[in-house]
């Protein structure tokens, strides 16, 4: 793993070459010298939280590409009795 350190100035001028130092590692972007943000493929992101794909990447998904699970939590309403008297 590559970690780049670019400055905000540098940054603004060459995204490219940021979005690619993020395919090899984290990208560092400083601003008066401190870091500010952090750049990561969206791989990495998800990895580090443990995040797999959103339903709407699912569902985005053509047929046959991939099978997944979708078991949502049975929800329990109770319900309270009305007196209409």
Request: net charge positive.
């Amino acid at each position: 793993m590559t970690i780049t350190t670019l400055s905000s100035r540098e940054f603004n001028q060459d995204t490219s070459r940021a979005k690619k130092a993020a395919q090899k590692g984290p990208v560092f972007i400083t601003d008066r010298g401190k870091p500010a943000h952090v750049l990561l493929s969206i791989e990495e992101y998800r990895r580090l939280t443990g995040k797999g794909r959103s339903i709407v990447d699912m569902l985005a998904m053509r047929p046959g590409e991939g099978d997944f699970e979708f078991d949502p939590p049975r929800v329990v309403i109770a319900v309270k009795p009305v007196d209409f008297s």
